[in-house]
C-alpha cells in the first residue's frame, strides 16, 4: 500500500498568512492526487485534483504543486474560513489512500 | 443540483449486519466511480471501496470478505451490505463520485454522511 504523510500535523496561522501544507507519498504516485478541505461536522470538498488542478469555484488563493512522491498545498493569503483540516490523497492505485490531515487553526 | 444522499445508517452490534444506501441525484450512478469513504470518530479520512462504470469493485483490505458495493441502476442508487460488523467498523460513511477514474479527477461530490455504531 502506498503510505501518505503530511506535514505539519497542526498549523497556527493568521488571517492573510501564507500557508504551505506538503504531502508526501511512500513511492512515486505521478500526478494521482488530490487535495480537500473538511470543516468539523462537514463532508470533504475537493479543492485540487491532478496535484495542481483547481477545482471549479475553488478561490484562486489556493494552488498545489508537485509530482511523483512530493507535493504541496499553498494558500496564498488565509480567510477566515479557510480555517478547517486538509487532507492530501492518491488515486494512483488501489488502495486509495488519504493522508492523516493538517489542520489550520488560528493564532 | 449534483447530489448524493446516504442513509441506513444505525447502531449495530458486533458481528451484525447492515446496508447503507447512497441515492444520486442529477446524474446517473451507471455512468459514475462511486466509492464509500469512512471516518473514525476523531479520526482522519478511510477509503472503503469503489464500483466502476464497467461494475469493477475494489476494497480496502480492512473491509474485503465482509463489504460488499454494488449499484441498482434502475434506483440511480449505490449500496454497501457490511457483514461480520466490527467495533472498529464504527464511524461515518460517505458516499462520494470519482468524476473520471482514469483521469486523476478527485472525489468531487460528496454525500452529507451517515452514523455507523457498532456496539453491543
Known amino acids: 500500500d502506498i503510505q501518505m504523510t503530511q506535514s505539519p500535523s497542526s498549523v497556527s496561522a493568521s488571517v492573510g498568512d501564507r500557508v504551505t501544507i506538503t504531502c508526501r507519498a511512500s513511492?512515486?504516485?505521478?500526478?494521482?492526487l488530490a487535495w480537500y478541505q473538511q470543516k468539523p461536522g462537514k463532508a470533504p470538498k475537493l479543492l485540487v485534483h491532478?496535484?495542481?488542478s483547481l477545482q471549479s469555484g475553488v478561490p484562486s488563493r489556493f494552488s498545489g504543486s508537485g509530482s511523483g512522491t512530493n507535493f504541496t498545498l499553498t494558500i496564498s493569503s488565509l480567510q477566515p474560513e479557510d480555517f478547517a483540516t486538509y487532507y492530501c490523497?492518491?488515486?494512483?492505485?488501489?488502495?486509495?489512500?488519504f493522508g492523516p490531515g493538517t489542520k489550520v487553526d488560528i493564532k | 443540483e449534483l447530489q448524493l444522499v446516504e442513509s441506513g445508517g444505525g447502531l449495530v452490534p458486533p458481528g451484525g449486519s447492515l446496508r447503507l444506501s447512497c441515492a444520486a441525484s442529477a446524474f446517473t450512478v451507471s455512468g459514475s466511480y462511486v466509492n464509500w469513504v469512512r471516518q473514525a470518530p476523531g479520526q482522519g479520512l478511510e477509503w472503503v471501496s469503489i464500483?466502476?462504470?464497467?461494475?469493477?469493485?475494489y476494497y480496502a483490505d480492512s473491509v474485503r470478505g465482509r463489504f460488499t458495493i454494488s449499484r441498482h441502476n434502475s434506483e440511480n442508487t449505490v449500496y454497501l451490505q457490511m457483514n461480520s460488523l466490527r467495533p472498529e467498523d464504527t464511524a461515518v460513511y460517505y458516499c462520494t463520485r470519482y468524476r473520471d477514474a482514469y483521469n486523476s479527477d478527485g472525489f468531487d461530490i460528496w454525500g452529507q454522511g451517515t452514523v455507523v455504531i457498532v456496539s453491543s
Open positions: 490523497q492518491q488515486a494512483h492505485s488501489f488502495p486509495f489512500t
Open positions: 513511492q512515486g504516485i505521478s500526478y494521482w
Open positions: 464500483i466502476y462504470t464497467g461494475g469493477d469493485t
Open positions: 491532478a496535484a495542481s
